[in-house]
């Protein structure tokens, strides 16, 4: 059998309209061709050196869309919505004279990777995909991109970073003024970020649903019920894109029920503040009958270790002791009905 041969090197300098044009026309007609057989044979004459296909399938193999895959000395298809950033947001990082190619490069994916999903491509890389650091960003916003119904997000307040709110709200405002449903929950410490309080007011004055819960999260977003993206290993250095549709449909259901738990947050204080109050307290009593240390319990709630220390100083005026020894043993001479009220 012949050995594959090694993908073409192509620099990123040398894109431009040429190869833009080639983009458009040959290579998405060979990239449609290969996500609907699922592969192209290593050995297939029409990408061999003088084939009719060589020239789109170099591009291909440069960018990065198509795999060699050596045990079956086959191409797979990847993921345009993955690579479009390293292709795009370079050229548009150039300046101004770029603006324009880099438009038409971001308009050629968009069109491919619908042709992608469309022909069930995804599919083709597994039900997982990891991605990592500066990767994370621009896939999401690709994926934003193409939901056509229901976007619903899990925000847990700490470590939230308040640089990424603003392109956060731009782009989130942008799908729901093309008619895509948002969800987000929040916890409720939420509440009292005056950056976060803004985002809430933007995007719920064009019909965003934003509620928080007292109860420990972590990230999530859904889009249009088929893609979840969660923390990797690595927490925010990392995601995990899920498309097994099992457990897509599971952790719908966990959001659906803290939904269902959550209280309608607003940019505005509202009457729900004393029922938020008690909720956050019996929240730092349970986590101190569970012997939970304060840094893991701090980040339960939501919030930085000052804080949750204020929350246990409260409770130990409350109940007129002075130490922890003595708070836990006032807790403990009620019922769990008083002391988690």
């Not at 607003?266 to 009457?271: A, L, W």
Request: charged share 25%.
């Amino acid at each position: 059998m012949r050995r594959p041969e090694r993908q073409a090197e192509v620099k990123l300098t040398d894109w431009g309209p040429d190869q833009r044009a080639l983009f458009e026309t040959q290579c998405l007609e060979l990239f449609e061709e290969i996500v609907s057989a699922g592969s192209i044979r290593a050995a297939d004459p029409r990408i061999a050196p003088g084939g009719v296909e060589r020239d789109a399938f170099d591009l291909l193999t440069a960018l990065g869309l198509l795999r060699l895959d050596p045990t079956a000395a086959a191409w797979l298809p990847e993921d345009p919505g993955a690579i479009q950033a390293q292709v795009v947001a370079p050229m548009s990082n150039e300046g101004s004279r770029l603006l324009e190619e880099s438009a038409g490069w971001a308009k050629a994916f968009t069109s491919m990777s619908q042709s992608f999903r469309q022909s069930g491509g995804a599919q083709a890389r597994g039900p997982f995909v990891h991605l990592h650091g500066d990767a994370i960003d621009p896939y999401l916003r690709a994926l934003i991109d193409d939901a056509q119904e229901e976007l619903l997000t899990a925000q847990p307040q700490t470590g939230r970073d308040p640089a990424k709110l603003a392109p956060a709200a731009e782009r989130d405002i942008a799908a729901i003024e093309r008619g895509i449903s948002m969800r987000t929950l929040y916890q409720h410490s939420a509440r009292r970020s005056t950056v976060t309080r803004g985002y809430v007011a933007a995007v719920s004055a064009r019909g965003a649903e934003v509620r928080t819960l007292d109860e420990f999260f972590n990230r999530m977003i859904v889009v249009d019920r088929k893609v979840v993206v969660i923390p990797g290993n690595d927490g925010l250095m990392s995601a995990m894109v899920v498309r097994e549709p099992a457990l897509v449909d599971y952790l719908v259901d966990v959001f659906e029920r803290s939904w269902e738990r959550g209280r309608p947050f607003s940019s505005q204080e509202t009457s729900d503040a004393e029922g938020i109050a008690s909720e956050q307290r019996a929240m730092t009593v349970r986590m101190l009958i569970e012997g939970h240390a304060d840094p893991v319990s701090a980040k339960r709630l939501g919030v930085s270790p000052r804080t949750y220390a204020g929350y246990i100083a409260d409770l130990k005026d409350e109940l007129e002791v002075s130490t922890r020894f003595q708070m836990g043993y006032a807790l403990g001479r009620r019922s769990d009905g008083d002391i988690l009220d």
